[in-house]
């Protein structure tokens, strides 16, 4: 089992910047994409960036030159820095990872989320 802890989020000001983490744990064999993902009031949820295992990296086009991702191997951590942040970047911020866990019946794929951390930009 696989468990993802975020932290980061808060309430700022319009420009401001906040910066997310989110730690895996677990019998974790390898990590493979990682990525953030946001939801706001009423609306589905939506990617903001994603990183591979190799630090490629896609964006939304409604953040890009503002966000940032990247990630830590050795702490199973991935970040996502955002700064200018405008009203509506609000919403709860979700990191997803996918990867292979080591079970006693052998490796296995997971896709795991973490719970959310919720991001408020104000005018």
């Known amino acids: 089992q696989v468990q993802l802890v975020e932290s980061g989020g808060g309430l700022v000001q319009a420009g401001a910047s906040l910066r997310l983490s989110c730690a895996a744990s677990?019998?974790?064999?390898?990590?493979?994409?990682m990525g953030w993902y946001r939801q706001a009031p009423g609306k589905q949820r939506e990617l903001v960036a994603r990183i591979t295992s190799d630090g490629r990296t896609n964006y939304a086009d409604s953040v890009k030159g503002r966000f940032a991702i990247s990630r830590d191997n050795a702490k199973n951590t991935v970040y996502l820095q955002m700064n200018s942040l405008k009203p509506e970047d609000t919403g709860l911020y979700y990191c997803?990872?996918?990867?292979?866990?080591?079970?006693?019946?052998?490796?296995?794929?997971?896709?795991?989320w973490g719970q959310g951390t919720l991001a408020t930009v104000s005018s």
């Open positions: 997803n990872i996918e990867g292979l866990i080591l079970r006693s019946e052998g490796l296995k794929t997971f896709d795991a």
């Open positions: 677990g019998s974790i064999f390898r990590i493979g994409d």
